[in-house]
């Protein structure tokens, strides 16, 4: 399986953090974010990825190279200036990722999630890893049941899509470039029952402010004290 990791944003809610560092590469616990990726993936056996780019994309090229450093091949899909969101810079990066399911993974995350138990069966579209809402989102995403992605009656049970999942090319046959979310393509996968879920009751945290980045480093010191 190959993975596509998520990097292109602008992270604008991060600034000044993100006004001359890409969010990929800001640290917790002194690794880069997308550095933790790469190697959890590597990990996992998922050696060929691909980096979605935009916002100070040549630091991300310039840090990590072609990978070789870390034991895998990573390639680039350039999105130019402006990012195309999830959906948009999904589609772009198609042609570097084959005809088979792959593993999408939001480079603005830190978790423990093992992607080497993830994978998609033959007749969905998608696998998408959730979990409990976090303070910033307590409506949720999803709801799950027995292993099937759902649409929830107004706050019910609902759970956060981590960022982490499995998709199909084929979720995007009828897809054209532009700017785009994925969300869409995710509920029509829904409607169709061909959608499934694993709920991660383990480490996650979507570092997408300054003070969750604050907190991610913490709570690593405090599990992990010098």
Known sequence: MRALILAAGKGERMRPLTLFTPKPLLEVGNQPLIERHIERLKQAGIDDIVINTSWLAQQIFDRLGNGEHFGVRLR?????????ETGGGIYNALP?????PFLVVNGDTWHDIDFSTLSLSENDLINLVLVNNPPHNPAGDFCLTKG?????????????????????????????????????????AIAQD??????????????????????????????HPA
């Open 148 to 188: 099937r992605l759902r649409e929830c009656e107004a706050g019910k049970n609902a759970l956060t899509y981590s960022g982490v999942g499995v998709f199909h090319p084929q979720l995007f046959k009828d897809s054209q470039p532009g700017h785009w979310p994925v969300v869409p393509l995710i509920r029509q």
């Open 96 to 100: 570097l990722l084959g005809d088979e």
């Open 194 to 223: 061909r959608a499934a879920g694993i709920h991660h009751h383990g480490q996650w945290s979507d570092i997408g402010t300054i003070e969750r980045l604050l907190q991610a480093n913490k709570n690593l010191e405090r599990e």
């Open 76 to 84: 680039y899909s350039h999105e130019g200036d402006e990012p195309l």
